[in-house]
């Protein structure tokens, strides 16, 4: 089994010159319909990443930047 995490909201991540944009994930989604896997799949739901979570990939400190920026107001990054 095969699963997949998939929201709209995933659309709103990251900027068009960024990796992770919203191009690459719809060209991802698209491919997997294409080729019939998309259906293969086991949707698992989503929810909101716990800090902890996002320190397997991000360094803690920035972790704490964006927290701070946010905390602010928000900001430029």
């Known amino acids: 089994m095969t699963g997949i995490v998939y ?14 944009s919203a191009a690459r994930l719809e060209a991802i989604t698209a491919h ?16 909101a990443a716990q800090v902890e979570e ?11 930047d964006l927290r701070a920026i946010c905390d602010a107001g928000g900001g430029a990054l």
């Not at 996002?54 to 704490?64: E, G, K, N, P, R």
């Open 32 to 47: 997997l319909a294409e080729v019939g896997l998309r259906e293969r799949m086991t949707e698992l739901p989503t929810r």
């Open 7 to 20: 929201d709209d909201i995933f659309l709103e991540h990251g900027d068009p010159y960024h990796p992770e």
């Open 54 to 64: 996002i320190c397997w990939l991000h360094d803690h400190d920035y972790v704490a």
